[in-house]
């Protein structure tokens, strides 16, 4: 008898932890952690943009703009201060796999655009380029959350972008 009030009692808590399952919350959950996110950090003349998959950052492009107008004489040879400056963005990150640049002129104004792949990025070298701190370092993965609350710290207005 004891054995079967223990188990009608056992079908009861099976059941009722059934009952308490909700299959399309479960789904809309599973769906919030693997659904990609894009959120924009700007202030002043920057912009950084962060491709996140649930909070695993996979991929980051920063943008700049440097007005040069009141640098640049009539005779500047533009294309020989451009070259420069890519000279020494290939040196701070030409051999790192994942990481991109790209620099043009519209006007007076320097563009500047640094994309880091992270899926194909080793953190070891973005670390030793200062572009990665000891904790991003330490952890599987960038977290979008922290990094957000750390630019936003920074001055950074941070918005979430379809």
Known sequence: MKKCIVLLLGLCLIGCSRANYDEKA????AQEVSKEITTVCS???TSITFYAKGDQIFKEEEQG???LSAQLAEETDRDALLSRINDNLQSTYG????VEFQT?????ILKTIITIDFKKADPQELYNIDFLDTTDKESESLS????LLKFQNEGFACKVVE
């Not at 479960?26 to 959950?29: D, P, R, T, Y």
């Not at 051999?95 to 994942?98: E, S």
């Not at 979008?144 to 990094?147: E, K, M, T, W």
Request: net charge negative.
């Open 65 to 67: 703009a440097t007005d």
């Open 104 to 108: 043009y002129w519209e006007e007076n």
């Open 26 to 29: 479960e789904q809309k959950k």
């Open 43 to 45: 202030k002043d003349n």
């Open 95 to 98: 051999n790192i796999k994942g």
């Open 144 to 147: 979008l959350q922290g990094n």
